[in-house]
């Protein structure tokens, strides 16, 4: 066998990416694209949009390694949802995107799933379609729902009505049992539903005319994606149960392997099928948005350098940019709490870092009283995972080893799900 390169594409909230991998997850190639702006009848054309993009990043991959490329898969923003006519291909409206909101669907979701499923959110994608359902008229017969990435992948093999089971989570899909629930089967829109593969399954080849006009091989298939997130979960290579990876951007989030599905809606919680294992999460308002509205990232950079991190510090502040926390204390009235404010400003900060890690370790521990697999590693990703005194303040707090991650592009995490559609 010749050499053979895995494609992996993340269409994001602000742009897509692409990365090029071989089997041991080497880098051949990457790049990424903005989203151009088109319109249609006054408001954005998201499906032109995305479509030109798909396109771009395809002839972004050097025509030299073109040749090698055995699998393409790609992950999209999750509960972006797009509603087809199977008889022409054309959608039956504009793209719902992932965080629009569609409250006068929610009473309707309410009242057939069980309390507090995760589908009891406006912005879920069963909101999105029952929402649809009730206000379009044009006859259904033919509809066919796809999310983001179902749909860029179809683009790219052809066969209408295949997503994976981490997409469809938010229209109701149940992974444990791998089928959509009786009370969702038995509602009038369950016939528009896709069918559901594990991420990362080979569904077909690459379309002949697309595969000849680009120079891909004849071998190239195209495999079942997953949502952004989780891809970005992936890149970080943590496959064992126990690993988790932290995200340090605008805002805290935790994602934990575990051998167990836990769930719980107070406090936002809920499981992701991987294969035989469930990636749990939590998400918490406290994050690196906060040290922005104090701090420059500049002087982040400076004020970092002088702290000493093998020092506990005395201060116990609850970093939030606004009101209400919901993970790991679900408290919709929750103040933020930063004072008081020493003279110091490396002492300041020493205290946020400090206080925003006894909030991280919270969380695993929370995630572990329900039920999870106990957190043994941390790799780290997000804009905050380059503060090296930070993950030093990080490992005495949650007695752990942390590390930054390797890969955190989802772009990366896609590829692997290429690789291994390609292995299957
Ligand atoms: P987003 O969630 O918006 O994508 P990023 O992953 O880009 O966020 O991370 C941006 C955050 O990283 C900012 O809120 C900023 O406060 C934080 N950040 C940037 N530099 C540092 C640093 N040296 N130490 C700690 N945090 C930092």
Redesign the pocket.
């Given at each position: 066998v010749g050499k053979q390169l895995y494609l992996g594409m993340d269409f994001g909230t602000s742009g897509a990416r692409y990365a090029l991998i071989d089997k041991e997850g080497n880098i051949h190639a990457e790049g990424k694209r903005e989203y151009p702006l088109f319109m249609n009848k006054e408001t954005a054309d998201w499906l032109q949009s995305w479509k030109v993009t798909l396109f771009a990043l395809l002839k972004d991959v050097p025509v030299s390694l073109r040749s090698t490329v055995v699998s393409i898969s790609i992950d999209g923003t999750s509960a972006t949802t797009i509603i087809l006519d199977s008889k022409t291909g054309e959608s039956f409206c504009k793209p719902f995107l992932y965080n629009e909101s569609c409250p006068e669907a929610l009473p309707s979701v309410k009242s057939i799933a069980p309390a507090n499923h995760t589908v009891c959110s406006g912005s879920s994608t069963l909101c999105k379609l029952v929402s649809w359902w009730n206000s379009d008229n044009s006859t259904k017969e033919s509809a066919v729902l796809l999310h983001q990435a179902d749909w860029l992948l179809w683009l790219l093999h052809g066969k209408l009505g295949v997503s994976d089971y981490n997409n469809a989570l938010k229209v109701g899909y149940d992974p444990e049992v791998e089928s959509y629930p009786p009370w969702l089967l038995s509602q009038p829109y369950s016939r528009v539903l896709p069918s559901i593969q594990p991420p990362g399954t080979a569904i077909c080849a690459l379309k002949e005319s697309i595969r000849t006009d680009y120079g891909f091989p004849k071998n190239c298939v195209i495999c079942t994606g997953t949502t952004d997130s989780i891809a970005a979960f992936l890149a970080a290579r943590a496959n064992q149960p126990g690993k988790a990876v932290t995200?340090?951007?605008?805002?805290l989030a935790i994602k934990l392997l575990s051998t167990r599905r836990v769930e719980d809606a107070r406090f936002g919680v809920y499981s992701h099928r991987l294969d035989d294992k469930w990636l749990v999460g939590g998400a918490s308002n406290t994050?690196?948005?906060v040290?922005?509205q104090i701090f420059t990232?500049e002087q982040?950079?400076k004020l970092?350098e002088q702290i000493n991190p093998a020092e506990p510090s005395p201060f116990d502040y609850y970093p939030l940019q606004g009101v209400g926390e919901r993970f790991p204390v679900a408290d919709p009235k929750m103040e933020p709490r930063l004072h008081p404010r020493p003279a110091s400003d490396v002492e300041y900060l020493h205290g946020i870092?400090e206080s925003i890690a006894c909030i991280e370790a919270k969380g695993y521990s929370l995630l572990k009283d329900l039920g999870a697999t106990p957190v043994e590693e941390v790799f780290t990703?997000?804009?905050?995972s380059?503060?090296e005194k930070?993950i030093k303040i990080r490992e005495r707090v949650l007695g752990l080893p942390v590390s930054k991650a390797l890969q955190t592009e989802a772009a990366y995490g896609a590829a692997l799900l290429a690789m291994k559609g390609a292995a299957e």
């Open positions: 995200s340090l951007g605008s805002t994050g690196g948005a040290l922005r990232d982040l950079e970092s870092l990703a997000g804009g905050g380059k503060n930070w």
